[in-house]
């Protein structure tokens, strides 16, 4: 049977596409997680428990709230990259001395194949 705007519709007039792509939405894969702190995990359920969600549908929401932020970085490779040096020391260079600005090549000699 067919419903609004072309849905094959079930028996109880659920669009089955709708369905079918909230599936496709949440079909995900799957990861384990090792050798995790005793007190990490116990804040997790905690946190799960405080949430109404289980430990792994914290753990995703966590990560995906997490991993969808935009990273705060000041947006300079220079200081991105000064930040992970300075802390072991970083490195110090001598500028090289620079040479003169030679002439520009001048372009309006004729070759003998124009």
């Known amino acids: 049977m067919y419903g609004t705007e072309g849905f094959v519709l079930d028996r109880k007039g659920i669009a089955l596409i709708e369905i079918i792509d909230e599936w496709r939405r949440c079909a995900m894969a799957s990861m384990t997680i090792r050798n995790i702190d005793e007190q990490l995990k116990a804040r997790l359920r905690v946190q799960a428990a405080l949430h109404g969600r289980s430990m792994e549908e914290e753990a995703c929401d ?37 040479e003169a600005m030679r002439e520009p090549p001048y372009f309006d000699v004729v070759t003998p194949w124009d």
């Open 62 to 98: 966590i990560l995906r709230s997490e991993l969808s932020v935009a990273s705060g970085g000041s947006g300079s490779l220079v200081e991105t990259i000064r930040a992970r040096i300075e802390p072991v020391g970083g490195m110090e260079f001598d500028i090289a001395p620079r």
